[in-house]
């Protein structure tokens, strides 16, 4: 079962605009999350992080957004460049193990068009 | 500094076969963590080291696929008997050591079985 849910595959924003993608969960154990970027024939980069004990952090164009309640949490990016177009990946990681594993959702492509 | 480093980035196989995929992580990274991405999909876990032993590979898929990290720095994840569906990106990550630390990640090893 995906625990990690995606649910655009795609999405299209124009330069300047506000970028949102969103990300399901289901596994309540679930107390850190992250967003990393991909571009192709790359491995995945590191993007913003939230733990579960806040509702929200930003970093630079970047913030996420975490709705417990709702096992809901968002990427918002403004303003959208070109550059940001990439796949771009929710992962969580389950407080109740001891590793770091992380588990993915299917991503979300992003085109910013100039 | 160097980053992950992932080699051979592709590898053509025939059905049966028997490969090895190699990662070098960042220096003095403890933790590293394999793996699996097929088309259209977010990475899946595969096995975490912890130093040199395999603290987490609950995600190896069946008892074809092995790996190793005898010195705790290069690990190698090996392949029995390939199969057709083995086919995907293989991504190695590294971090400090710290469950909640930023995984870095190679840019992955594609592996063709034919």
């Known amino acids: 079962d995906q625990q990690v849910k995606q649910n655009s595959p795609s999405l299209s924003v124009q330069e300047g605009r506000i970028s949102i993608l969103n990300c399901d969960y289901t596994n309540s154990m679930f107390d850190y999350f992250l967003w990393y970027k991909k571009y192709p024939a790359e491995g995945p980069t590191f993007l913003i992080s939230i733990s579960s004990i806040k509702d929200k952090n930003e970093d630079g164009r970047f913030t996420v957004f975490l709705n417990k309640s709702a096992k809901h949490l968002s990427l918002h990016i403004v303003p959208s460049q070109p550059g940001d177009s990439a796949v771009y990946f929710c992962?969580?990681?389950?407080?109740?193990?001891?590793?770091?594993?992380?588990?993915f959702g299917q991503g979300t492509t992003l085109q910013v068009k100039p | 500094g160097a980053g992950v480093s992932q080699t051979p980035s592709n590898k053509v196989t025939e059905k049966g076969k028997y490969v090895e995929l190699r990662c070098d992580p960042i220096?003095?990274?403890?933790?590293l963590y394999w793996y699996r991405q097929s088309l259209g999909q977010g990475p899946e876990f595969l096995i975490y080291?912890?130093?040199?032993?395999?603290?987490?590979d609950s995600g190896l898929p069946n008892d074809r696929f092995f790996a190793v990290r005898p010195e705790g720095s290069v690990s190698t994840l090996k392949i029995q008997r390939t199969e057709r569906g083995d086919s995907a990106v293989y991504l190695c990550a590294s971090s400090p050591g710290y469950t909640r630390d930023t995984q870095y990640f190679g840019p992955g090893t594609r592996l063709t079985v034919l």
């Open positions: 220096s003095g990274h403890t933790a």
């Open positions: 992962a969580a990681i389950n407080g109740s193990s001891n590793t770091g594993k992380l588990i």
């Open positions: 080291f912890q130093g040199t032993g395999a603290a987490d």
